[in-house]
């Protein structure tokens, strides 16, 4: 899906202006003042923001004075990151290299952070960890009733995800259990699986990306995210995610400071916000457990063998030349529907591919790719096979309605996961209907 420019963001911005200048109420809970002075006291920098609550998006940051593109928003030098290496110089951590075989990084970095919640006021970590979340919306919190209200699609990742989180509990009591010996007997029972699910959503919903220096290539750059990279940045981590944000966030090495500097302007006591990136409902949920109102970047993904499903009654098979051309241009990847454009580019040229007959692909197959006419009987076959296929999704979601109709009908009081599930129902029903209704004016 194209990126829009920066005059498509602020046209957003202007569209869902109540999100972006609405005023904050301050936060002056005891735990929170505790927070901020420990932070300023730490070397954390993060000028005249203050803990605020925000009617669309609970729990934020307000500014106290105006901010102009390039201000400095948040800085956090390295020895207020909870990182591996962290946990590694702790305590605990060198009580733990000395046991085999040894904890991977992040599994590491997992038990370290319960070990400073279970140590309560001893630990320094205090004032940050009594002010995490006690719960989280992400899949490891999502009962077997709220999977199901989900896209069908979706329903299985959710499902991976929350095996995945078992799994590594299971790994890490396995090793607790070797070791018992070795180790503190009250910490091990404080090491449940609620506690397991709750600092495995924490370290996975509010870290940000901390390059190792010590693993970068030629050139300099930072290699591919790996369990080193994790890294709690205390304050910064209060910061809500919004698509049209425009933010310059990573690791300053010059000052040793993760950093977060605004390049547009907001207006005193208004929210200030990150960006995650281009990430759409669903991955919001998945990793964050959130979705937004509106979302620029949301899609409803086909799947492939959906695509085939559709079209190869209509056809005698598929050539070698033809498949050669879909898995150069990687035609099977990025099958998905938006709301302003409808089907994707690579879902259109696959389509495009695959409505053409042999001797006309052998002549025009470069036409595909350009956009070009391909002949008034091909472009009414891919128009069909459009319809066909938003037609065929779409039916999944209605399906779904009258389970979640009858759900609904028996419980008055709706869970948050129940709310999320439905409204991602509803946002990604529309993002079809809307593109089913572009097919047929056109």
Request: net charge positive; proline share 3%; aromatic share 10%.
């Amino acid at each position: 899906m194209a990126t829009k420019g920066r005059t498509g963001r602020r046209r957003k911005r202007k569209k869902n202006g109540n999100y972006y200048n609405e005023h904050g109420r301050a936060i002056y809970e005891p735990e929170y003042i505790a927070l901020f002075k420990w932070a300023k006291e730490n070397g954390i920098s993060f000028g005249k923001l203050r803990p605020a609550c925000f009617t669309q998006t609970g729990r934020g940051l307000m500014t106290c004075k105006k901010l102009r593109s390039d201000d400095l928003v948040i800085s956090v030098p390295s020895h207020m990151l909870i990182t591996s290496k962290t946990a590694e110089q702790s305590h605990i951590g060198k009580k733990l290299a000395k046991l085999k075989p040894a904890l991977s990084a992040k599994n590491l970095l997992y038990v370290f952070i319960l070990h400073e919640k279970y140590r309560e006021k001893r630990s320094f970590w205090y004032p940050y960890i009594t002010t995490l979340p006690r719960y989280f919306n992400t899949p490891a919190y999502f009962s077997e009733k709220e999977i199901y209200a989900l896209p069908v699609s979706l329903q299985q990742e959710f499902m991976c995800h929350i095996l995945t989180v078992q799994e590594t509990y299971k790994e890490l009591k396995e090793f607790f259990a070797r070791h018992i010996s070795a180790l503190d007997k009250n910490f091990v029972e404080f090491f449940t699986f609620e506690e397991f699910k709750w600092v495995w959503c924490v370290v996975n919903t509010r870290s940000v990306y901390k390059p190792d220096i010590t693993n970068t290539d030629k050139a300099g750059m930072a290699a591919t995210w790996t369990d080193d990279n994790y890294a709690l940045a205390p304050i910064l981590d209060l910061l809500n995610h919004t698509d049209v944000a425009e933010v310059q966030a990573g690791f300053n090495q010059e000052n040793d400071c993760y950093e977060i500097r605004t390049l547009s302007g907001y207006n005193k006591s208004t929210q200030v916000f990150i960006n995650y990136g281009p990430h759409d409902n669903r991955k919001l949920l998945m990793e964050y457990g959130f979705i937004l109102p509106k979302n620029m970047h949301n899609t409803v993904p086909v799947s492939k063998d959906l695509v085939f499903s559709l079209v190869m009654p209509e056809m005698r098979g598929i050539s070698q030349r033809k498949r050669e051309l879909m898995s150069c241009n990687q035609l099977d990847k990025d099958l998905c529907c938006s709301e302003e454009n409808g089907l994707s580019w690579s879902s259109l040229v696959l389509l495009r591919i695959l409505a053409m007959d042999e001797d006309n692909f052998k002549k025009d197959w470069d036409r595909v790719l350009t956009g070009e006419s391909l002949g008034k009987e091909v472009e009414l076959r891919v128009s069909h096979w459009i319809k066909c296929l938003i037609e065929r999704v779409l039916q999944s979601y209605q399906e779904a309605d009258k389970g979640i109709a009858a759900h609904l009908m028996s419980h008055n009081n709706l869970s948050v996961n129940m709310r999320l599930a439905l409204q991602l129902q509803y946002q990604e029903k529309q993002i079809l209907e809307n593109a089913l209704q572009m097919v047929k004016l056109s």
